[in-house]
């Protein structure tokens, strides 16, 4: 199952965030690493988007809350569907 997730961390000053910033980015590398993270992207100023691609809600929301551990942050999920499916869907009615 994939999903996007964005975040919106907790107002501080970058200053004040800069070191546990670093302990996100090595959190990530290991999610990369292991296939669970498919995307990231940056937002301008705070945040990303991660796409996951996970086997269960569950684990979904273990990442994230290993996310917040390393950046606290509100989200927003996204259940993604493969574009193939929803295509197969369209052209099967048509």
């Known amino acids: 199952m994939q999903f996007m997730v964005i975040s919106d961390p907790q107002p501080a000053r970058p200053s004040q965030v800069r070191g546990i ?3 996100f980015w090595d959190w990530l590398d290991r999610q990369k690493e292991a296939g669970i993270v498919k995307a990231v992207y940056v937002k301008t100023g705070r945040g990303a988007i991660v796409v996951f691609d996970v086997e269960s809600h569950e684990t979904l929301h273990r990442l994230m809350t290993e996310w917040s551990d390393c950046v606290p942050a509100a989200f927003t999920v996204f259940p993604l569907i493969d574009p193939a499916h929803q295509e ?3 052209r099967k009615g048509a």
Do not use: G, K, L
């Open 88 to 90: 197969a869907i369209a």
């Open 21 to 23: 910033q670093t302990t």
